[in-house]
């Protein structure tokens, strides 16, 4: 199987999907159930085995909608090749693009959004967003039809619908807050943590919902109770250096709950560069491996 069926169907900012391999190394050698709590594009699950429970949940409802969407319909593959394949020229796809951001507007549509995420600037589909600017995202949008067969819309090939709508079968799908998938019973759980970073003063402004520093803490807090494994990934800060270093990995950190942190440099396209950068992350479990 080419490894590119592997990258997930949406770009998302602060996608995992390039280091999924290495996050999925440090899973628990044996559990029954994972849970990505903030799954955005959702790429970790192409690692997951198969005959574990599965659960992915985030509290954007368009983002999910187009994961439900490949999972539960089976015309999805057609859909999606219907909606790519007629866009070959510039014209076409900047009315297409207007057309699904029109969409949008009403409510939500998979296809839509699909279609919006691949060609907008930096992947970031705000409701918030305003018009400034529109005309040089469009001006680029003949780049992010064809760009590579990884992020380009024209990407969208049947062999990789055809892995994700096979990936999700048997996924759990909610658009709950991610305390939910962290706090819920279960048996043998791991959960993947990958939140809104903090950039700066406040998390940017990439995402429907973005982090203010007071989620941060009650993450933590939250955190320091888990009845569950955790691999949380994080951006080195100040602030995640405060709430997840101790002097020794191995010490027990605030009330006997143990975190183990690894700094990971990681090669990143940050910022939707076109240049791969170092950012050193920080991973936090709550067990050994
Ligand atoms: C860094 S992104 C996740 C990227 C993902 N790991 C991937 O590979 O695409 C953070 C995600 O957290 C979601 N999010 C923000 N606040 C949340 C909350 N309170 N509960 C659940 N999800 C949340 C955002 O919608 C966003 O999709």
């Not at 600037?121 to 780049?143: E, M, N, P, Q, T």
């Not at 080195?236 to 002097?247: E, F, G, I, Q």
Request: hydrophobic share 35%.
């Amino acid at each position: 199987m080419p490894s590119r069926y592997r990258y997930p169907l949406l770009r998302y900012p602060g996608a995992k999907s390039k280091v999924a391999p290495l996050l999925s190394s440090l899973f628990p050698i044996e559990f029954h159930e994972f849970r990505d709590v903030c799954a955005g594009s959702a790429g970790i699950l192409a690692y997951v085995p198969r005959d574990a429970r599965r659960w992915i949940n985030d509290m954007n409802a368009d983002v999910m909608s187009v994961h439900e969407f490949v999972r539960d319909d089976i015309s999805a593959k057609q859909a999606i090749l219907d909606m790519v394949r007629p866009l070959d020229t510039p014209d076409k796809r900047a009315a297409a693009f207007a057309e699904a951001k029109r969409k949008l507007e009403q409510g939500p549509d998979p296809l839509s959004y699909l279609l919006v995420n691949r060609l907008a600037h930096k992947a970031i589909v705000s409701r918030r967003r305003s018009k400034k600017g529109a005309d040089s995202w469009l001006a680029s949008l003949d780049h992010r039809y064809n760009r590579d067969n990884r992020h380009g819309l024209k990407a969208l090939t049947a062999s990789r619908v055809d892995f994700w709508a096979e990936a999700l079968q048997g996924v759990r799908t909610t658009t709950a807050d991610y305390t939910v998938p962290l706090t819920a019973p279960g048996d043998d759980v791991v959960c993947l943590i990958d939140p809104p970073y903090m950039l700066g003063k406040a998390s940017g402004r990439l995402y429907e919902h973005d982090w203010s520093r007071d989620e941060h803490y009650r993450l933590f807090k939250l955190l320091r109770e888990c009845p569950h494994k955790f691999l949380l990934t994080i951006n080195r800060s100040p602030l995640t250096l405060k709430l997840y270093s101790s002097d020794d990995f191995r010490t027990p950190f605030r009330k006997g709950k143990g975190f183990r942190m690894r700094p990971r440099e990681y090669l990143y396209t940050l910022s939707g560069n076109r240049h791969l950068e170092k950012a050193t992350e920080l991973i936090v479990m709550n067990y050994d491996r």
